[in-house]
Structures are given as structure tokens and as C-alpha cells.
């Protein structure tokens, strides 16, 4: 079986697109979810789960508006992105970028 795989969410700059892409290989890529449910973000931090690659985690990132918001909300997917449940929002500090 696929051992190995692409993601693609949010956006930076002027576009902040609301859906979540899966590729295997980089050529070919799959619509996984057209919208998430935490929105449109900024910056999200987007991480996998090391040997399960179809278990991903999503935190924070910036709202986009006329007042930005960071967020330090988190999401998890173990289904390569199709779905998504939000975990229980954590006592860290709001961010962008997050590794």
C-alpha cells in the first residue's frame, strides 16, 4: 500500500483557500475535503503522524479579515483529510507557523 503523501491546505498572502489537498506521488492530487472546518486560514501548521500517514494534525494559523486573528485552535484528521474532529482548544499562546 501508499506509504507516502502530500498535503496542501490554507494559503499565504492575498488567498486563503478553505479546502484540503492529497497528492502520492505530486502530480496527481485529490480534493480531500472542499471545506474545512475551521475555515479559511493563514499559516496553519500542518503536521503528520509519524508512520501513520494518513493521521494529520492541523493548528492554528491566522484568520484573515480586516482585523487578522491568530489562532491556536487544533484539529485532527485520521483519514487523510476527508474529516476532521477539533480536539479541546490547548493552553498555549495563539500562533502562525507552528512546527
Do not use: N
Amino acid at each position: 500500500g501508499v506509504s507516502t503523501a502530500i498535503y496542501v491546505t490554507g494559503g499565504q498572502g492575498a488567498f486563503c483557500f478553505e479546502d484540503f489537498w492529497a497528492s502520492e506521488d505530486g502530480r496527481q492530487w485529490y480534493c480531500m475535503c472542499q471545506k474545512v472546518p475551521w475555515g479559511g486560514r493563514l499559516e496553519p501548521g500542518l503536521c503528520v503522524v509519524p508512520t501513520k500517514y494518513e493521521q494529520l494534525v492541523v493548528v492554528g494559523g491566522i484568520v484573515p479579515g480586516i482585523h487578522l486573528r491568530v489562532e491556536r485552535d487544533l484539529w485532527i484528521s485520521k483519514d487523510a483529510g476527508s474529516s476532521w474532529q477539533q480536539v479541546a482548544t490547548p493552553d498555549w499562546e495563539p500562533r502562525s507557523c507552528p512546527l
